[in-house]
């Protein structure tokens, strides 16, 4: 029986912990936000053009290699 006051206790320290954390947290102003969810937005395109780019010459040059 012990045990399990001691888990219960257990997970009402970290939740509580948890709630602490969270209030000392700076979080950003909603134009900040926004700002940043483009900037993440344009990297991921320009990444996902770069690696189609070099998926498609990699495998161009593959085919080219297994031809001869």
């Known amino acids: 029986m012990a045990d ?5 206790n257990a997970i ?4 509580r912990e948890t709630t602490g954390e ?6 950003p102003t909603w ?5 940043l ?3 993440v937005l344009v ?3 320009i990444m996902a ?7 498609y ?6 085919s080219l290699a297994l031809s001869f």
């Open 31 to 35: 134009p900040e936000a926004r700002r």
């Open 22 to 27: 969270l209030r000392k947290v700076s979080w």
């Open 4 to 8: 399990k006051s001691k888990k219960q």
């Open 43 to 45: 990297v991921m395109v």
């Open 57 to 62: 010459f990699a495998s161009q040059l593959l």
């Open 49 to 55: 053009i770069y690696l189609g780019l070099v998926d």
């Open 12 to 15: 009402q320290m970290f939740f």
């Open 37 to 39: 969810t483009g900037l």
